[in-house]
């Protein structure tokens, strides 16, 4: 065998042998699980990127993503679209690397999107919960902006509490003792002024029928010596009015704010947004507060993207806001209700809008 030959055979085993690392590597790129097991080989990470946009004065499935029910509603123009971010999870080390290099997606931990010891059902039912929170926070909060009354609603009865047997979820309350009540916070006030096993008169509402029920009040087992009812409440539009929202497959608290503009647009004359295609984000307080979420940088680039011209963004967003690609998007910071319909206004009559610079 000459010395070519060898060198020759030599390099070709070096090839052959080399590519098997290199092929074992690739194949655990895109692999999820060890052949012929159950065990996983995904990444401890998430990818977060732009998500759909919905139009909250438009339609989802045939239905109004913002439906009101007792009341008139009006003629509405333009957009006020609410923006999501895309998580993708259970990615392989291949996925996860590619995303990172091919996309503008962020890569977090898991613990981010998921709270330790918590699976994928459990996350997604905890965000379910505060997207139907923030819907009811978002309702209340368009009512209070109106001057439109509010009544205070049962939401859960805790079992074995003072109010066990007496109160039903669905009751609402209108009364404690001779004074009237339209927020939770005025029924809890009426009865921490009591003392547990005091008997409180309650005016409630019940299937249409005003009735007026007793309540021996209970103590409450973190604060001795404090009167409570044992019950859950929330706030609802009185005198039979109802909003729904129907939107699937969403969840997280960052809806509220652009909610409450779509109800406040459908019950005042004209164009709440000048027309304008207005997109935002932000969770909101029954008392009109925008706090922050989480994603805003996405959120402005999947706004961007759909053609919006004005962004809400919550102030306390604004160090993250800096940072986000939003084009030729007016990006405005604002604290509250007032603040978010007022940037909306100036800009609309092409006044400067209150931004993070």
């Known amino acids: ?62 239905e109004p993503v913002v439906d009101i029910e007792g ?51 459990q996350t997604r039912e905890m965000n379910q919960q505060a997207f139907v929170a923030s819907e009811a926070s978002a309702t209340v909060a368009a009512m209070h902006y109106l001057n439109r009354p509010t009544t205070v609603a049962v939401h859960d009865v805790v079992d074995g509490s003072a109010s066990d047997g007496v109160l039903r979820a669905g009751d609402r309350i209108v009364k404690v003792g001779e004074a009237d009540v339209d927020t939770p916070s005025d029924v809890q006030q009426a009865v921490r002024a009591k003392q547990p096993g005091d008997t409180v008169e309650l005016g409630i509402e019940r299937d249409g029928q005003d009735s007026t029920v007793s309540v021996t009040l209970g103590e409450n087992p973190h604060e001795k010596g404090q009167a409570m009812l044992g019950i859950l409440m929330n706030s609802e539009p009185a005198g039979g009015v109802s909003v729904h929202y129907n939107l699937n497959d969403v969840g997280g608290p960052s809806a509220g704010m652009m909610f409450s503009l779509a109800v406040i647009d459908k019950l005042t004359p004209g164009e709440l947004n000048g027309g304008k295609k207005v997109a935002g984000t932000g969770t909101i307080d029954e008392d009109g507060t925008v706090g922050p979420i989480g994603g805003i940088e996405h959120k402005i680039r999947a706004a961007s993207d759909a053609g919006a011209e004005l962004f809400l963004a919550p102030r306390d967003n604004c160090p993250a806001v800096k940072g986000a690609h939003a084009g030729a998007m007016t990006v405005a910071a604002v604290a509250n209700l007032t603040e978010a319909v007022n940037a909306m206004d100036a800009y609309a009559a092409g006044r400067d809008v209150p931004t993070c610079d």
């Open 1 to 62: 065998m000459s010395d070519a030959l060898e060198v020759r055979n030599r390099r070709w085993s070096t090839l052959v042998w080399g590519a098997i690392p290199v092929a074992l590597l690739a194949g655990a790129l895109v692999i999820d699980h060890i052949p012929g097991t159950s065990i996983r080989l995904t990444v401890p990470y998430a990818a977060e990127g732009p998500g759909p946009v919905f139009d909250t004065l438009g339609d989802a499935g045939g």
């Open 71 to 121: 009341t008139p509603t009006l003629e509405t123009g333009g957009q006020l679209n609410m923006t999501t971010v895309s998580v993708r999870t259970n990615m392989t080390l291949g996925q996860a690397i590619g995303r990172w290099v091919a996309t503008d997606d962020t890569i977090v931990p898991i613990e981010q999107i998921m709270p330790p010891d918590s699976n994928e059902e």
